[in-house]
């Protein structure tokens, strides 16, 4: 069993920056890839980004390339992303996730979830 707790959501303005953290804890969560995805309301939730606690390997949604960057901290079991310059459509609620590998997690195939964390972009 894994556990995800999803921090650092909140009401910014256009062009601002914000970090959201993931904690994850469970004797099994090495094994598997994190990421973040997101859903607005009324749309369908969608893969933001990913990546593996064993390398450097990172992959990011075309909408998000050049502004966000996910990345971790091994040793506090933590996964971020870092977003940048945000705009009024990045408002969703962003949700960590863990699958057990990066394909299945790009799908949506995810095993594990957060509770989500609000990202409201003001014009």
């Known amino acids: 069993q894994v556990q995800l707790i999803e921090s650092g959501g909140r009401l910014v303005q256009a062009g601002d920056s914000l970090r959201l953290s993931c904690a994850a804890s469970?004797?099994?969560?090495?094994?598997?890839?994190m990421g973040w995805f997101r859903q607005a309301p009324g749309k369908e939730r969608q893969f933001v980004a990913a990546?593996?606690?064993?390398?450097?390997?990172?992959s990011h949604a075309d909408s998000v390339k050049g502004r966000f960057t996910i990345s971790r901290d091994n040793a506090k079991s933590t996964v971020y992303l870092q977003m940048n310059n945000l705009k009024p459509e990045d408002t969703a609620v962003y949700y960590c996730?863990?699958?057990?590998?990066?394909?299945?997690?790009?799908?949506?195939?995810?095993?594990?979830w957060g509770q989500g964390t609000q990202v409201t972009v003001s014009s």
């Open positions: 996730a863990a699958a057990l590998s990066a394909y299945m997690l790009t799908l949506g195939r995810v095993d594990f």
């Open positions: 990546i593996r606690w064993s390398d450097d390997n990172t």
């Open positions: 469970g004797r099994t969560v090495s094994r598997y890839t």
